[in-house]
């Protein structure tokens, strides 16, 4: 069995934002339009009447402040409400390749590592963009790298599940080095005319290269344990598939699009969380005072203060679980990795930390790192 490490990370941040504030003009200009069109239908009682969306209800009960999108202009026009992500010919990159290969070669730079020298490309997000050829065998081509590379899909959980699949391979001795790519255009599957949900989610793509840790000695971050976990339910669903119920009409096909029940899923998957990070820690002999950093799902600020509080037996200390969030949104997949990216260089040799995603599945996955410096 040999030692994993991962020695690069990079991130791909989208040039747009959308703020609470416009995000809501936007909607709540759609809403009035809605309601104006079906004006007769409401006042008979045949429809209800949408609702307008608050910035201080998104940050209160979610901490989010705004989000990076790929197209901004699609989702901010009323009449539109979705990305303008134009299909692209078959020759040029898609979008996820794109997006990934920039996060990729961040992290290869970071590490040191020529793309020829990696043996697996995994391409691990929550939503893909086509079937086949596998996204993943695009950014092995686009990059220059070696091996052989597959897409994976455990939803926000995709990172993490990534990461122990590659490191389990590399463990084995099959492969020397991986890359797992994240690249999450969560704009593409949000319905943004649900007001439940349209502040939830943003685009990014992150990468992070793992290595063979027998004989390397620059900053790196040892792999020392992985897990995961699944447990079924339907919480969390996105039913786009090639079964589709209903063809015709946009309006028609909401559970084409993301859907939660998110009083259920903050209910159930706090407890799950909580326990899979216990346990893991237990039985890989680390305690909360080992910790000095966790970086977990980025879905809601309270559930992540919640779970920070769990797990090390106290309130965290600022910096201690840093969150992204307010900024980035849910990135589904990536937000756990953009905390890692962003918030782990000042640690020093020997400080130890957990990785931690979650989500649809619903699937728990934690990395337990130590930094080698
Ligand atoms: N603006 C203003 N009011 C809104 C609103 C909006 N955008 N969206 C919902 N509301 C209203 C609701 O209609 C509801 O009104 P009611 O009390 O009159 O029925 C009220 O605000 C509370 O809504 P609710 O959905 O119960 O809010 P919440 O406190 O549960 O927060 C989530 C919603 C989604 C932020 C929260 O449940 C959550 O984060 N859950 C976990 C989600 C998660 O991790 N998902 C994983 C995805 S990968």
């Given at each position: 069995m040999h030692n994993v490490a991962i020695t690069g990370t990079g991130v791909f941040t989208p040039d747009q934002v959308i703020t609470n504030d416009e995000l809501v003009v936007a909607f709540n200009a759609y809403a009035d339009q809605w309601n104006a069109e079906n004006a007769m239908a409401i006042e008979s009682g045949e429809a209800e009447a949408k609702a307008h969306s608050s910035t201080d209800f998104i940050v209160a009960a979610s901490g989010i402040e705004r989000r990076y999108v790929l197209d901004k202009e699609g989702v901010l026009d009323p009449k539109r409400m979705f990305p303008r992500l134009a299909p692209r010919d078959d020759e040029a990159p898609g979008y996820m390749a794109e997006i990934g290969v920039d996060a990729a070669n961040k992290a290869l730079a970071q590490a040191g590592v020529a793309a020829e020298d990696i043996d697996l490309v995994i391409c691990a997000a929550s939503n893909m963009e086509r079937a086949y050829p596998a996204i993943g065998v695009e950014i092995q081509e686009?990059?220059?790298?070696?091996?052989?590379?597959?897409?994976?899909?455990?939803?926000?959980?995709?990172?993490?599940?990534?990461?122990?699949?590659?490191?389990?391979?590399?463990?084995?001795?099959?492969?020397?080095?991986?890359?797992?790519?994240?690249?999450?255009?969560?704009?593409?599957?949000?319905?943004?005319?649900?007001?439940?949900?349209?502040?939830?989610?943003?685009?990014?793509?992150?990468?992070?290269?793992?290595?063979?840790?027998?004989?390397?000695?620059?900053?790196?971050?040892?792999?020392?344990?992985?897990?995961?976990?699944?447990?079924?339910?339907?919480?969390?669903?996105?039913?786009?598939?090639?079964?589709?119920?209903?063809?015709?009409?946009m309006e028609d096909r909401r559970d084409m699009q993301f859907m939660q029940n998110g009083r259920k899923v903050f209910k159930e998957v706090l407890p799950l969380v909580s326990q899979h990070i216990a346990e893991h820690m237990d039985d890989t002999?680390?305690?909360?005072?080992?910790?000095?950093?966790?970086?977990?799902?980025?879905?809601?600020?309270?559930?992540?203060?919640?779970?920070?509080?769990?797990?090390?037996?106290?309130?965290?200390?600022?910096g201690e679980q840093p969150n992204i969030l307010q900024d980035y949104a849910n990135t589904s997949s990536a937000g756990s990795m953009i905390a890692f990216s962003k918030y782990s260089d000042d640690l020093a040799d020997g400080d130890k930390g957990i990785i931690c995603s979650f989500g649809a599945g619903y699937s728990v996955g934690s990395v337990i790192v130590e930094r080698r410096a």
């Open positions: 686009l990059l220059g790298a070696g091996g052989f590379a597959f897409d994976m899909n455990v939803a926000c959980s995709s990172a993490t599940f990534g990461i122990q699949t590659a490191a389990d391979m590399i463990r084995s001795g099959s492969i020397r080095r991986a890359l797992v790519i994240n690249p999450e255009i969560c704009s593409a599957h949000l319905e943004w005319r649900d007001r439940d949900c349209h502040f939830i989610f943003g685009d990014v793509a992150t990468a992070a290269v793992l290595e063979r840790d027998d004989d390397l000695s620059g900053d790196r971050f040892s792999i020392l344990s992985t897990r995961c976990a699944t447990q079924f339910s339907n919480n969390i669903r996105n039913n786009n598939g090639y079964l589709r119920r209903t063809q015709d009409r002999g680390i305690t909360a005072g080992d910790l000095k950093r966790l970086w977990l799902h980025q879905a809601n600020k309270t559930m992540n203060d919640y779970i920070g509080k769990k797990v090390l037996g106290r309130n965290p200390e600022a």
